[in-house]
């Protein structure tokens, strides 16, 4: 399997705009259900905090999955989102996956909050059988 990560976070999206790429509680397990659809996608974490959403999925076709998680934030969130998005495959999504929680991806170097947060989207997930 590999790793693809697509999404929008702080450095790059004014907050205006990442408003739009949000994910409530019933909207993120809505999404992780709809992307485990897809042929192309075998498993999914929605991480939506302040600072960030992001989407993180397993796939044996990196490409096709960067193509779906796009169409998905644009079809599903916003078309603004568009110039905005970042596509990480394989070792680059592992890098950053890294980097997020790690804090060195954050607006505060080293903030520690992050940490707890994707730990809880991989639990969110794993609620609902969206990752193993």
């Given at each position: 399997?590999?790793?693809v990560?697509v999404?929008?976070n702080?450095?790059?999206?004014p907050?205006e705009i990442?408003?739009?790429?949000?994910?409530?509680h019933?909207t993120?397990?809505?999404?992780?259900?709809?992307l485990?659809?897809?042929?192309?996608i075998?498993?999914?974490?929605?991480l939506?905090?302040c600072n960030?959403s992001?989407?993180?999925?397993?796939?044996?076709?990196?490409?096709a999955?960067?193509?779906?998680?796009?169409?998905f934030?644009?079809?599903?969130?916003?078309?603004?989102l568009?110039?905005?998005?970042?596509?990480?495959k394989e070792?680059?999504?592992m890098?950053?996956?890294?980097?997020?929680?790690?804090?060195?991806?954050?607006?505060?170097?080293?903030?520690?909050?992050?940490?707890?947060?994707?730990k809880?989207?991989?639990e969110?997930?794993q609620?609902i059988?969206?990752?193993g």
């Amino acid at each position: 399997m590999k790793l693809v990560a697509v999404g929008i976070n702080h450095k790059d999206t004014p907050l205006e705009i990442r408003e739009k790429g949000a994910f409530i509680h019933r909207t993120l397990n809505e999404g992780i259900r709809t992307l485990l659809n897809e042929n192309d996608i075998a498993e999914a974490i929605i991480l939506s905090t302040c600072n960030r959403s992001e989407i993180y999925v397993a796939t044996r076709n990196a490409d096709a999955a960067g193509e779906i998680l796009k169409e998905f934030y644009l079809k599903n969130k916003s078309d603004q989102l568009e110039p905005y998005l970042f596509i990480k495959k394989e070792r680059a999504a592992m890098v950053h996956l890294y980097e997020v929680v790690t804090g060195l991806d954050s607006m505060i170097l080293g903030e520690d909050q992050i940490l707890g947060q994707v730990k809880d989207a991989l639990e969110k997930s794993q609620a609902i059988k969206g990752c193993g």
